[in-house]
């Protein structure tokens, strides 16, 4: 194989939609839950690191997953809000292929971090004594780096074998972001290779570590019903809630995206489930975790309320 030309320098965007007063609404809202999915995380990350109580493994991998849904929103939405506003939705050859990039390697990453979080909620219910010994911070830091050069390794692969295609023209996108289908349409060569590269390593980085939470969370349940109180399953069962809920938002949209075979996306449906899973799931993940989760309530109330101490 040799190395192709291109000549297209820059690539149009076609957003999510052409109507100027519906591009209004769509820049209002998708502003308001970018910036409460900003806060959000930042909150999260923040108090993750400064209260005691939240010193634990659960909240290191949640301030990682906030990390990750702050990268992974911004590598996106601010160059949507701009085109909205702009009458020309242009991004240039190379930062298409960045965002290219970015957008896998925080999407590759997302998904072995949820196993990791899987993990450590087994190791809390199925072997609670051994708990402080097995999830030292040392394998913690280890797993979470794992994940980054998983999702790092995912992006290098598919950015490879997408340069080597040519692009020649046309050079638009039908999409409000580089999302490397839609790309990979506009080449003038063939990009079945590509498309079956991107359903293979879905199936690794995706689905492997689905199905391995599948697995773990069998574990975790078939644990939980031999607890002999009520309270104690109750307990069980909510300290995996949350977590359960984010595996289930992510994960359903993202299978639906890139686990079709061949020449199946539709871009309407595409556009859809990449906003949800690109603007609404990292505005709903800290949500989630606050909102249902006693400790990060406890200790946001602790820290207002020191800072209100003379």
């Known amino acids: 194989m040799t190395w192709n030309y291109t000549k297209v320098e820059e690539f149009i965007l076609l957003g999510l939609t052409s109507k100027p007063d519906l591009q209004i609404v769509l820049f209002v809202m998708i502003l308001i839950v970018y910036i409460v999915s900003l806060l959000g995380n930042i909150l999260i990350i923040f108090i993750s690191r400064i209260s005691l109580r939240l010193n634990t493994p659960m909240y290191f991998f949640l301030s ?3 990390f990750l849904d702050l990268s992974f929103t911004t590598s996106v939405v601010p160059k949507m809000l701009i085109n909205i506003l702009s009458p020309k939705n242009g991004i ?5 292929f960045t965002q290219m990039v970015v957008y896998m390697c925080l999407g590759g990453s997302e998904c072995c971090l949820l196993l990791a979080m899987a993990y450590d909620r087994y190791v809390a219910i ?18 979470a780096s794992g994940c980054w050069i998983t999702g790092f390794l995912n992006s290098l692969i598919n950015m490879f074998f997408a340069l080597r295609l040519s692009f020649c023209g046309p050079n638009v996108i039908n999409h409000f972001f580089c999302e490397i289908p839609s790309v990979l349409e506009l080449s003038c060569t063939d990009a079945s290779l590509n498309r079956t590269i991107i359903f293979f390593c879905a199936m690794l980085v995706v689905m492997g570590p689905f199905f391995l939470i599948l697995i773990t969370y069998g574990y975790i349940i078939s644990n939980i019903v031999k607890i002999t109180t009520s309270t104690g ?20 949209t993202i299978t ?6 061949g020449d199946t996306h539709v871009a309407h449906q595409d556009k859809m489930a990449t906003v949800f899973y690109s603007v609404v799931t990292p505005v709903l993940n800290p949500l989630i975790y606050t909102l249902r989760n006693k400790e990060v309530k ?3 109330l602790g820290i207002v309320r020191k800072k209100h101490v003379p």
């Open 64 to 66: 990682n997953l906030s």
């Open 233 to 252: 399953r109750k307990k069980a069962f909510s300290t995996c809630a949350s977590h359960m809920m984010v595996v289930t938002l992510f994960y359903g």
């Open 92 to 96: 240039s050859f190379g930062a298409c």
């Open 298 to 300: 406890g200790a946001l």
């Open 256 to 261: 639906f995206m890139y686990m079709r075979p």
């Open 126 to 143: 199925c072997r609670p004594l051994h708990y402080t010994t097995i999830m030292h911070p040392c394998l913690c830091i280890k797993m």
